[in-house]
T-cell receptor, first 118, second 112 residues
Framework: GAVVSQHPSRVICKSGTSVKIECRSL??????MFWYRQFPKQSLMLMAT?????????EQGVEKDKFLINHASLTLSTLTVTSAHPEDSSFYIC??????????????FGSGTRLTVV | GQNIDQPTEMTATEGAIVQINCTYQ??????LFWYQQHAGEAPTFLSY????GLEEKGRFSSFLSRSKGYSYLLLKELQMKDSASYLC?????????????FGGGTRVLVKP
Protein backbone atom coordinates (compact mmCIF):
# COMPACT_ATOMS: atom_id res chain seq x y z
CA GLY A 1 0.00 0.00 0.00
CA ALA A 2 0.85 3.67 -0.15
CA VAL A 3 3.47 4.84 2.32
CA VAL A 4 4.40 8.31 3.49
CA SER A 5 7.75 8.67 5.19
CA GLN A 6 7.92 11.49 7.71
CA HIS A 7 11.18 12.69 9.29
CA PRO A 8 12.30 13.34 11.88
CA SER A 9 10.10 11.37 14.25
CA ARG A 10 11.30 13.39 17.21
CA VAL A 11 13.16 16.66 17.45
CA ILE A 12 14.17 18.90 20.31
CA CYS A 13 15.25 22.40 19.45
CA LYS A 14 16.12 25.60 21.23
CA SER A 15 13.71 28.49 21.31
CA GLY A 16 14.28 30.81 18.38
CA THR A 17 15.66 28.23 15.99
CA SER A 18 13.94 26.72 12.95
CA VAL A 19 12.99 23.11 12.37
CA LYS A 20 12.23 21.41 9.08
CA ILE A 21 9.92 18.41 8.84
CA GLU A 22 9.83 16.32 5.67
CA CYS A 23 7.12 14.13 4.26
CA ARG A 24 7.90 11.95 1.32
CA SER A 25 5.51 9.70 -0.58
CA LEU A 26 7.47 6.57 -1.33
CA UNK A 27 5.51 4.72 -3.96
CA UNK A 28 2.97 7.17 -5.29
CA UNK A 29 2.62 10.75 -6.40
CA UNK A 30 0.95 13.07 -3.94
CA UNK A 31 -1.10 15.79 -5.60
CA UNK A 32 -1.98 17.29 -2.27
CA MET A 33 -0.34 17.24 1.14
CA PHE A 34 -2.17 18.18 4.31
CA TRP A 35 -0.33 19.29 7.42
CA TYR A 36 -1.89 18.80 10.84
CA ARG A 37 -0.93 19.72 14.38
CA GLN A 38 -2.08 17.81 17.42
CA PHE A 39 -1.74 18.94 21.01
CA PRO A 40 -1.88 16.37 23.84
CA LYS A 41 -5.29 14.76 24.25
CA GLN A 42 -6.69 16.81 21.40
CA SER A 43 -7.61 15.95 17.85
CA LEU A 44 -5.82 16.75 14.63
CA MET A 45 -6.13 20.36 13.58
CA LEU A 46 -5.55 21.11 9.91
CA MET A 47 -2.89 23.77 9.49
CA ALA A 48 -2.55 24.00 5.74
CA THR A 49 -3.06 22.30 2.43
CA UNK A 50 -0.33 22.27 -0.17
CA UNK A 51 -0.51 21.38 -3.81
CA UNK A 52 2.53 20.58 -5.87
CA UNK A 53 3.98 23.65 -7.50
CA UNK A 54 1.67 26.17 -5.90
CA UNK A 55 1.42 28.13 -2.69
CA UNK A 56 -0.06 26.47 0.34
CA UNK A 57 -3.50 27.37 1.61
CA UNK A 58 -3.46 28.06 5.33
CA GLU A 59 -6.33 27.59 7.73
CA GLN A 60 -7.61 30.53 9.67
CA GLY A 61 -5.36 31.43 12.57
CA VAL A 62 -2.26 29.69 11.22
CA GLU A 63 0.64 32.06 10.56
CA LYS A 64 1.98 31.38 7.10
CA ASP A 65 5.22 33.23 7.79
CA LYS A 66 5.88 31.04 10.79
CA PHE A 67 4.92 27.72 9.27
CA LEU A 68 6.55 27.61 5.85
CA ILE A 69 5.31 24.89 3.57
CA ASN A 70 6.99 23.82 0.37
CA HIS A 71 5.62 21.20 -2.00
CA ALA A 72 8.21 21.32 -4.74
CA SER A 73 7.57 17.89 -6.19
CA LEU A 74 4.88 15.24 -6.30
CA THR A 75 6.76 13.18 -3.74
CA LEU A 76 8.06 15.71 -1.22
CA SER A 77 6.52 18.34 1.00
CA THR A 78 8.24 20.14 3.85
CA LEU A 79 7.02 22.11 6.84
CA THR A 80 9.46 24.52 8.44
CA VAL A 81 8.64 25.91 11.85
CA THR A 82 10.52 29.20 11.98
CA SER A 83 11.65 30.91 15.18
CA ALA A 84 10.16 28.12 17.23
CA HIS A 85 8.85 28.81 20.71
CA PRO A 86 7.76 26.45 23.48
CA GLU A 87 4.10 26.91 22.54
CA ASP A 88 4.92 25.38 19.14
CA SER A 89 5.75 22.10 20.86
CA SER A 90 3.29 19.63 19.41
CA PHE A 91 2.82 16.53 17.28
CA TYR A 92 2.90 17.39 13.58
CA ILE A 93 1.47 14.94 11.04
CA CYS A 94 1.29 15.06 7.28
CA UNK A 95 -1.24 13.34 5.08
CA UNK A 96 -0.84 12.81 1.37
CA UNK A 97 -3.56 12.45 -1.20
CA UNK A 98 -2.67 10.33 -4.17
CA UNK A 99 -3.02 11.66 -7.71
CA UNK A 100 -6.28 10.64 -9.30
CA UNK A 101 -7.63 8.97 -6.19
CA UNK A 102 -10.82 9.92 -4.45
CA UNK A 103 -11.51 6.97 -2.25
CA UNK A 104 -10.93 5.61 1.18
CA UNK A 105 -7.35 4.85 0.23
CA UNK A 106 -6.73 8.37 -0.93
CA UNK A 107 -5.26 9.67 2.32
CA UNK A 108 -2.04 8.29 3.69
CA PHE A 109 -0.63 9.61 6.94
CA GLY A 110 2.98 10.01 7.89
CA SER A 111 4.12 8.65 11.24
CA GLY A 112 4.26 12.08 12.83
CA THR A 113 6.93 14.32 14.30
CA ARG A 114 7.08 15.13 17.98
CA LEU A 115 8.54 18.64 18.28
CA THR A 116 9.73 19.89 21.64
CA VAL A 117 10.98 23.46 21.90
CA VAL A 118 13.06 24.20 24.99
CA GLY B 1 -16.75 24.92 7.30
CA GLN B 2 -17.31 21.83 9.36
CA ASN B 3 -18.56 21.34 12.91
CA ILE B 4 -18.01 17.82 14.17
CA ASP B 5 -19.01 16.51 17.59
CA GLN B 6 -18.22 13.25 19.31
CA PRO B 7 -18.05 12.22 22.97
CA THR B 8 -14.78 12.84 24.75
CA GLU B 9 -14.42 9.54 26.55
CA MET B 10 -16.07 6.15 26.82
CA THR B 11 -15.32 3.14 28.97
CA ALA B 12 -16.31 -0.42 28.15
CA THR B 13 -15.54 -3.96 29.25
CA GLU B 14 -13.48 -6.45 27.31
CA GLY B 15 -15.74 -8.56 25.08
CA ALA B 16 -18.52 -5.98 25.07
CA ILE B 17 -19.77 -3.62 22.36
CA VAL B 18 -19.26 0.12 22.22
CA GLN B 19 -20.91 2.63 19.90
CA ILE B 20 -19.23 5.96 19.26
CA ASN B 21 -21.51 8.62 17.83
CA CYS B 22 -20.48 11.50 15.60
CA THR B 23 -22.66 14.37 14.47
CA TYR B 24 -21.63 16.91 11.91
CA GLN B 25 -22.77 20.11 10.26
CA UNK B 26 -21.03 20.82 7.00
CA UNK B 27 -20.98 23.28 4.16
CA UNK B 28 -19.96 20.50 1.81
CA UNK B 29 -19.91 16.73 2.32
CA UNK B 30 -17.97 14.15 0.40
CA UNK B 31 -17.64 11.24 2.77
CA LEU B 32 -17.02 10.42 6.42
CA PHE B 33 -14.02 8.56 7.78
CA TRP B 34 -13.27 6.84 11.05
CA TYR B 35 -9.69 6.51 12.26
CA GLN B 36 -8.08 4.83 15.25
CA GLN B 37 -5.16 6.56 16.93
CA HIS B 38 -2.94 5.28 19.69
CA ALA B 39 -1.07 7.86 21.73
CA GLY B 40 1.93 9.30 19.91
CA GLU B 41 1.14 7.52 16.68
CA ALA B 42 -0.45 8.50 13.39
CA PRO B 43 -4.12 7.70 12.77
CA THR B 44 -4.93 4.43 11.06
CA PHE B 45 -7.89 4.10 8.72
CA LEU B 46 -10.87 2.10 9.96
CA SER B 47 -13.84 2.85 7.73
CA TYR B 48 -15.37 5.13 5.14
CA UNK B 49 -19.01 5.99 4.40
CA UNK B 50 -20.26 8.17 1.61
CA UNK B 51 -23.75 6.68 1.14
CA UNK B 52 -26.36 6.09 3.82
CA GLY B 53 -26.24 2.78 5.57
CA LEU B 54 -23.99 0.39 7.38
CA GLU B 55 -20.49 -0.67 6.37
CA GLU B 56 -19.15 -3.73 8.14
CA LYS B 57 -15.51 -4.72 8.39
CA GLY B 58 -14.88 -7.52 10.83
CA ARG B 59 -15.35 -6.33 14.38
CA PHE B 60 -15.82 -2.73 13.26
CA SER B 61 -18.92 -1.30 11.59
CA SER B 62 -19.79 2.25 10.65
CA PHE B 63 -23.15 3.79 9.89
CA LEU B 64 -24.05 7.01 8.10
CA SER B 65 -27.21 9.06 7.79
CA ARG B 66 -26.55 12.08 5.60
CA SER B 67 -29.96 13.62 6.18
CA LYS B 68 -29.37 13.59 9.94
CA GLY B 69 -25.68 14.50 9.77
CA TYR B 70 -24.96 11.47 11.92
CA SER B 71 -22.58 8.57 11.97
CA TYR B 72 -21.53 5.94 14.46
CA LEU B 73 -18.67 3.52 14.79
CA LEU B 74 -19.52 0.20 16.38
CA LEU B 75 -16.78 -1.87 17.97
CA LYS B 76 -17.73 -5.44 18.80
CA GLU B 77 -15.99 -8.08 20.92
CA LEU B 78 -13.80 -5.44 22.47
CA GLN B 79 -10.19 -6.30 23.11
CA MET B 80 -7.72 -4.56 25.39
CA LYS B 81 -5.77 -3.39 22.33
CA ASP B 82 -8.84 -1.43 21.21
CA SER B 83 -8.09 1.13 23.92
CA ALA B 84 -7.30 4.17 21.78
CA SER B 85 -8.76 7.39 20.47
CA TYR B 86 -11.29 7.15 17.66
CA LEU B 87 -11.52 10.07 15.30
CA CYS B 88 -14.46 10.97 13.10
CA UNK B 89 -13.45 12.99 10.04
CA UNK B 90 -15.57 14.61 7.35
CA UNK B 91 -14.28 15.25 3.86
CA UNK B 92 -15.05 18.47 2.04
CA UNK B 93 -16.04 18.48 -1.59
CA UNK B 94 -13.64 18.92 -4.50
CA UNK B 95 -14.10 22.68 -4.64
CA UNK B 96 -12.94 22.95 -1.04
CA UNK B 97 -9.91 20.79 -1.70
CA UNK B 98 -11.20 17.47 -0.37
CA UNK B 99 -9.91 18.38 3.07
CA UNK B 100 -10.48 16.13 6.04
CA UNK B 101 -11.74 17.88 9.14
CA PHE B 102 -11.47 15.88 12.32
CA GLY B 103 -13.73 15.78 15.33
CA GLY B 104 -12.24 16.06 18.78
CA GLY B 105 -11.78 12.32 19.10
CA THR B 106 -13.26 9.82 21.55
CA ARG B 107 -10.91 8.11 23.99
CA VAL B 108 -12.08 4.56 24.56
CA LEU B 109 -10.81 2.69 27.57
CA VAL B 110 -11.33 -1.06 27.57
CA LYS B 111 -11.29 -2.64 31.03
CA PRO B 112 -10.79 -6.31 31.82
Amino acid sequence: GAVVSQHPSRVICKSGTSVKIECRSLDFQATTMFWYRQFPKQSLMLMATSNEGSKATYEQGVEKDKFLINHASLTLSTLTVTSAHPEDSSFYICSAREVGTLSLDGYTFGSGTRLTVV
Amino acid sequence: GQNIDQPTEMTATEGAIVQINCTYQTSGFNGLFWYQQHAGEAPTFLSYNVLDGLEEKGRFSSFLSRSKGYSYLLLKELQMKDSASYLCAVRDNEAAGNKLTFGGGTRVLVKP
